[in-house]
């Protein structure tokens, strides 16, 4: 008998479930992911129901097992696919986190006639390539940068997008607007996935009926590589001795430093040493007793998004505690990204934003890194005043 096998040769694979609670095993070698060597885990588990009888004992008598539940975390790297509009190898962590996301697979042009450096004039077939909420990279020669799509006008004639961050300057005529995959939030959609972990590529130990319950950006910190860390819950779990019936194929992209990854907000550059996100989904059960393991399905019944930011105290002005003080609200956005060997230009599949429209601060302190002032600042975000605008887009470019 075999025992004690090695953890890093683990291979993960993620299917959307046909059936919510019926396991779908990976069909092709795309249908893996590639996650850190660290925190990635399953952990099953039965309720425990007692049976409160009269023995001849102060003892218990054997419980029952009853309704089964299941636990999973599955953290990656915080990078693109490595193909310029491509959706990364966790995508369907993405989208079940989220709901839904949007793909621009056209490049637009810029009639630079019309345009300014925060509204970007497009033909009226263009314009329609896009959603509020895009992450998207305008190739300038020499001079790319990165935003976020605020607000579209469809006017006949005069279509044009708004853009956040300003572009350095005034895009040049025909200059292309990039592909993307973004990804925004619905109150469905999200749809229910196997995990399959062959421990060793010896052992399958799936988890059933999952759903993403957190999503956390991390270690988003000057000169480290950031990553997504997902929090799975799930209906039921099996374990099989079994190997990958695939040899995985993953993305190529490279995960950004966080060099030249710059934070937003209300359009302003601010300096700062980290950055979290993290987004919460609240999971509702639906049980029935002719089920054998109790739950059926699951359904998303809240979701909260907050995070930190801690920029340096700023010797001139207040206008952080005014933001705190006052309950204004405010734009996050944040960009990371591989340069090209180009100087001024991007390598394209490498792109990682962030847009939050409607941030609040929730606290705010004044603290010190390494003796120096900084704003230790919570925020939240949410859907604004009319709770009709998205809080949250995470794009790849």
């Known amino acids: 008998m075999a025992t004690g096998i090695a953890k890093n040769i683990t291979i993960i694979g993620v299917k959307n479930e046909a059936t919510e609670g019926t396991y779908?095993?990976?069909?092709?070698?795309?249908?893996?992911?590639?996650?850190?060597?660290?925190?990635?885990?399953?952990?099953?588990?039965?309720?425990?129901?007692?049976?409160k009888i009269l023995t001849s004992s102060i003892g218990k008598a054997s419980p029952r097992a009853g309704m089964k539940s299941v636990q999973a975390s599955l953290p990656v790297e915080f990078r693109a696919s490595g193909t310029e509009g491509g959706d990364p190898d966790f995508d369907r962590l993405m989208t079940t986190a989220l709901g839904?996301?949007?793909?621009?697979?056209?490049?637009?042009?810029?009639?630079?006639?019309?345009?300014?450096?925060?509204?970007?004039?497009?033909?009226?077939?263009?314009?329609?390539?896009?959603?509020?909420?895009?992450?998207?990279?305008?190739?300038?020669?020499?001079?790319?940068?990165?935003?976020?799509?605020?607000?579209?006008?469809?006017?006949?004639?005069?279509?044009?997008?708004?853009?956040?961050?300003?572009?350095?300057?005034?895009?040049?005529?025909g200059t292309d607007i990039s592909l993307s995959t973004t990804y925004y939030p619905a109150n469905s959609g999200h749809t229910p996935l196997s995990l399959s972990y062959y421990w060793a590529n010896t052992i399958r130990e799936a988890a059933i009926g999952c759903k993403v319950t957190s999503l956390s950006v991390e270690n988003f910190t000057v000169g480290q590589i950031a990553s997504f860390n997902f929090g799975l819950e799930g209906l039921s779990f099996t374990e099989v001795d079994g190997a990958a019936p695939h040899t995985p194929t993953y993305d190529t992209g490279i995960p950004p430093l966080i060099l030249q990854a710059c934070v937003y907000q209300d359009g302003v550059d601010i300096p700062l040493n980290s950055f979290s996100l993290t987004v919460d989904n609240s999971l509702g059960f639906i049980t029935s007793t002719c089920s054998a393991d109790g739950k059926i399905s699951s359904r998303l019944t809240e979701r909260g998004i907050k995070g930190t930011i801690n920029p340096?105290?700023?010797?001139?002005?207040?206008?952080?505690?005014?933001?705190?003080?006052?309950?204004?609200?405010?734009?996050?956005?944040?960009?990371?990204?591989n340069p090209s060997a180009v100087a001024g230009e991007i390598d394209m599949g490498s792109v990682v934003g962030i847009y939050l429209p409607n941030c609040l601060i929730t606290s705010k302190k004044v603290a010190d890194q390494d003796g120096i002032l900084i704003d230790e600042i919570e925020f939240s975000a949410d859907r604004g005043t009319s709770g009709s605008n998205n809080e949250i887009f995470i794009g790849f470019v």
């Open 100 to 173: 839904a996301r949007h793909q621009v697979t056209l490049h637009a042009d810029v009639i630079a006639a019309g345009s300014s450096t925060t509204v970007i004039r497009l033909s009226d077939a263009h314009v329609a390539y896009f959603q509020v909420g895009d992450i998207v990279v305008i190739k300038e020669p020499g001079a790319h940068s990165t935003h976020a799509i605020t607000a579209i006008d469809t006017t006949p004639g005069a279509a044009t997008v708004t853009i956040l961050p300003a572009a350095p300057g005034i895009p040049s005529n």
């Open 24 to 51: 779908a095993a990976p069909a092709a070698a795309t249908d893996y992911i590639q996650p850190l060597s660290d925190g990635f885990s399953l952990s099953p588990a039965r309720e425990t129901v007692d049976r």
């Open 312 to 337: 340096y105290k700023d010797d001139t002005s207040v206008a952080q505690f005014t933001r705190f003080n006052t309950n204004t609200p405010f734009t996050l956005a944040a960009f990371a990204y």
